[in-house]
């Protein structure tokens, strides 16, 4: 038996690990599900360790209640199973690490079920190198105007209420590491006319000196430009979008973050949507979990009945406020146009600090974060970070 093999199945045998696990818990929420279909995940166990090849196997009793099984591993598809054994192989790599794993059970009658479980990490082999935490920062005066010009020696910093030495520092109008997402479901339908032109809009005005990544999604997520594309072929791929199907808001939003936090400097990402969700494998508490670990900005453009919608409103502030972002509502294109204008002078006017925090610990704890600037009254940052440790911190 080789080492690595010996490793997992010392921690297999601590967690208690049996291949016939116990039902996983629905993390999604209640799904519809016939009284008949007994869905479950019987491997890998919740909480076992894994290491290298991994069988994933799922019972689906009766079994004829299903078209088809698709796991996904870390928000990523590993296979699609159209009859039992519901079963396939995945290598779960040569690190013991935590993983999301999702089953997916499409119901021959209509409708799905979704399970989840979560592997277990070998705390021991955590990194405990803390990496720099970088916060953005707009500052404005009473009348809402942007405060530019500011040196490093105006800002202070403090994490948990303990003030921090800022050891990076940028000015305004730093390259932009830019993703926008479109959402074009059906519940967008009446909105499409506007919300092309809108988007249009505010890619045209990008400066070309920031690369910019277009999405859109409906039952998925898809690429529609790639960020070394021009912006000439960004707005034809918007033109060509028709509204159909459901919506994965959350998914497209952790999509997003993967994207960016693979690049360095500064991040945003702007959703044009309704704030309706109606198909994520994720949830609203995943996207969180998952914003409280990047250094994104995140901006919501609401369309639809999201302008007027009360609850759909609330979901859109809450992502984005913790962020140091913002929501915009509004539906006439004229007064897009101002809130574009709004949004890229924001991007343009914002101060990057980075700090080393003091409390190096990744004990997967949630550390507030606090900018003050001396004289200026109205500063918005990030309002905090949960200190993870890197092998967990994708979703």
Not at 81 to 98: H, N, Y
Not at 384 to 394: D, H, I, K, M, T
């Amino acid at each position: 038996m080789s080492v690595r093999a010996f490793v997992a199945f010392v921690f297999a045998l601590a967690a208690g690990f049996s291949s016939e696990g116990a039902d996983a818990s629905d993390r999604m929420g209640p799904s519809p599900q016939p009284p008949s279909a007994r869905v479950r995940i019987l491997s890998p166990a919740d909480g076992a360790f894994v290491v290298g090849p991994t069988r994933l196997r799922a019972e689906v009793e009766p079994s004829d209640a299903t078209s088809s099984v698709i796991f996904f591993v870390d928000g990523l598809k590993v296979c699609t199973v159209a009859a039992p054994p519901f079963e396939c192989e995945w290598d779960a790599g040569s690190v013991i690490t935590e993983h999301l794993v999702r089953l997916v059970v499409n119901l021959a009658a209509g409708g799905r079920v979704v399970r989840t479980t979560r592997t277990a990490a070998a705390e021991f082999a955590e990194t405990i190198d803390v990496d720099v935490v970088k916060v953005t920062v707009t500052v404005t005066d009473e009348r809402g105007r942007y405060v530019n010009g500011l040196p490093r020696s105006a800002f202070r910093v403090s994490e948990d209420g303990r003030p921090q030495t800022i050891s990076h520092f940028f000015q305004e109008d730093a390259p932009l590491e830019l993703v926008v997402a479109v959402d074009m479901s059906e519940s967008m339908a009446a909105a499409i006319p506007t919300l092309k032109k809108a988007v249009q809009g505010f890619l045209g005005a990008v400066p070309p000196r920031h690369a910019v990544t277009v999405l859109g999604f409906n039952d998925d997520v898809f690429t529609l430009a790639r960020r070394a594309g021009d912006a000439a072929e960004r707005i034809k791929a918007v033109e060509a979008l028709t509204s159909w199907g459901s919506t994965v808001l959350y998914d497209v939003i952790l999509q997003g973050a993967d994207l960016l936090d693979s690049q360095t400097g500064r991040k945003a990402l702007v959703v044009f949507t309704d704030g309706h969700d109606s198909r994520s494998f994720a949830t609203i508490a995943d996207v969180e979990r998952r914003l409280q670990t990047s250094d994104l900005t995140l901006y919501m453009i609401g369309q639809g009945q999201g302008i007027t919608s009360a609850p759909l409103k609330d979901v859109m502030e809450r992502l984005s406020r913790p962020t140091g972002g913002r929501a915009f509502f509004t539906e006439r294109i004229d007064e897009l146009h101002d809130i574009f204008g709004e949004l890229l002078e924001e991007l343009s006017q914002q101060y990057g600090l980075g700090y080393q925090p003091t409390n190096r610990a990744r004990d997967n704890t949630w550390r507030q974060i606090k900018v003050d600037v001396d004289g200026q009254p109205r500063v918005r940052a990030r309002q905090g970070y949960r200190a993870v440790s890197s092998s967990s911190q994708r979703r």
